[in-house]
């Protein structure tokens, strides 16, 4: 596999060409999703105040802040592509880290399909020709984004850039409109039973749960993990994109979310499953739902790229350290990871044509912020293990901010469990499980070593 060769840089490896506008865009696309535009009626269902409601967008960023400076420290002291897997590999062990590992790259892939087939439904209607085959331009648009980053990672990091500045922009057009442009209108009707702010210990339960729903928007936050090593300055460039990604997410979503209050009171707000849809009927009348579906495809398009290219890169990591086949960490003259990607590709468009992939994103929820607190407790073991190891990035205000991240991660493991009982249990089936496969693909003694 020679294709797309760059000089100076020969075949067989990652290349380190990737910079902190890479970064921004693949953590921008990554993380702003369908969550933003259907999650304020969630939160404003629980915390009908909007004080409290824009106070838990804040706080969904500030529990991404703290994950991101712990994150970064561990980062920037070994750089390795490959998602939040390498750290736990080697701070904890090879088992542990087949298990985040694993999880990732089967959630991840079930991202890229849901992602997709959302686009596919959004896109129909917009080319009548195209209404009915969501499946077909779901499975198109993921094997497209397959064939681009065969290409090179350049491509993939030209497409990642074009694609979340056009995300973005198209946003914070939205935001910036309604809260420019569009007059507050009030209900055509108030209903008599419109939610009220819970008094007392009903409060302290009800940010809890609004809480969830801010943290499963902001997730996202450690895209450009996924490709450490291929970044010009990783110890730089880590702490830099994660913590300024996560505060631009934040600023898009508090303009949204200040959109959406200004044309739709907050308590018509609670509970409605599509916000932005109700306020893009009330800004644009009868074209709203077109000018919304565009912004969606503008949205969703970033998001699938973002995917393919973060999927890729977990099995290829766990493919070098010995815990998959050893063909998963064949890398092109362009610097992809070709039969890493096309696995992803593959186990994407089955879910997409099975139909399975809301059962494996919804089982796997769970593992995004389990996964998070095995890295925080990494952290601690790397502080002990190793407490004159170089740090290029420390994080600030040590133990407090990780300690933080690491207990909000228990206490959302925890509500996710009373919430979603049922799908957090599979998740933890699913661990158990994970112990034979991982025999079954550990290749030798080397697996249990550092691969360097």
């Known amino acids: 596999m020679t294709d797309n060769a760059q000089p100076g840089h020969p075949p067989g490896k990652l290349l380190q060409v990737l910079g902190v506008a890479f970064g921004l865009a693949v953590l921008v696309g990554n993380t702003i999703g369908m969550g933003i535009l ?158 009220l702010l819970p008094p007392g210990l009903a409060l302290v339960g009800a940010v809890i749960v609004a809480m969830q729903s801010a943290i499963y928007t902001y997730d996202g936050w450690t895209g450009p993990v996924y490709f450490s090593e291929e970044l010009a300055d990783p110890a730089r460039d880590v702490p830099r994109t994660m913590i300024g990604g996560v505060l631009l997410v934040m600023t898009i979503y508090l303009l949204l979310n200040a959109a959406f209050l200004h044309v739709i009171p907050i308590r018509e707000m609670a509970g409605d499953p599509f916000v932005a849809a109700t306020a893009a009927a009330r800004m644009f009348g009868p074209a709203g739902d077109t000018v919304l579906r565009i912004v969606m495809v503008l949205s969703l398009v970033a998001s699938v790229n973002a995917l393919v ?31 890493a990607l096309w696995a992803s590709i593959a186990l994407a468009l ?41 740090r290029p990035f420390r994080v600030p205000l040590y133990p407090l901010v990780p300690a933080l991240a690491l207990l909000g991660s228990l206490a959302f493991i925890a509500a996710s469990l009373a919430s979603d009982t049922r799908n957090s249990l599979y998740a933890l089936l699913l661990v158990a499980v994970s112990w034979p496969v991982y025999r079954l693909f550990r290749r030798g003694p080397a697996a249990a070593q550092a691969q360097d």
């Open 350 to 390: 089955g879910l997409i044509l099975t139909n399975t992939f809301a059962s494996v994103v919804a089982m796997l929820a769970f593992m995004f912020v389990a996964n998070y607190a095995v890295t925080f407790a990494t952290f601690f073991v790397m502080r002990r293990r190793q407490p004159q190891a170089p």
């Open 309 to 339: 290219l973060m999927a890729s890169r977990v099995p290829f990591a766990m493919s070098r350290d010995r815990l998959l086949p050893a063909i998963l960490q064949r890398v092109n003259a362009g610097g992809t990871p070709v039969p």
């Open 38 to 195: 259907r999650t304020p009626g969630e939160i404003a269902a629980q915390v009908p105040s909007v004080p409290w409601f824009m106070g838990v967008w804040v706080a969904g960023a500030l529990y991404a802040l703290l994950g991101a400076l712990t994150v970064s420290e561990l980062v920037a002291m070994r750089p390795r592509s490959g998602g939040l897997y390498p750290l736990v590999r080697h701070g904890l062990g090879p088992y542990p880290g087949f298990v985040v590992g694993w999880s990732d790259w089967l959630s991840t892939s079930g991202s890229i399909a849901a992602v997709a087939i959302v686009l596919g439904e959004y896109a129909g209607p917009l080319v009548p020709a195209l209404a009915g085959r969501e499946k077909a331009i779901a499975c198109t648009v993921v094997f497209g984004f397959g064939l681009l980053q065969w290409r090179g990672i350049r491509l993939g990091d030209l497409a990642q850039q074009a694609t979340s500045l056009a995300k973005a922009l198209a946003l914070v057009g939205l935001a910036l409109f309604a809260l420019l442009l569009a007059k507050p209108q009030a209900p055509a009707t108030v209903a008599t039973t419109a939610p």
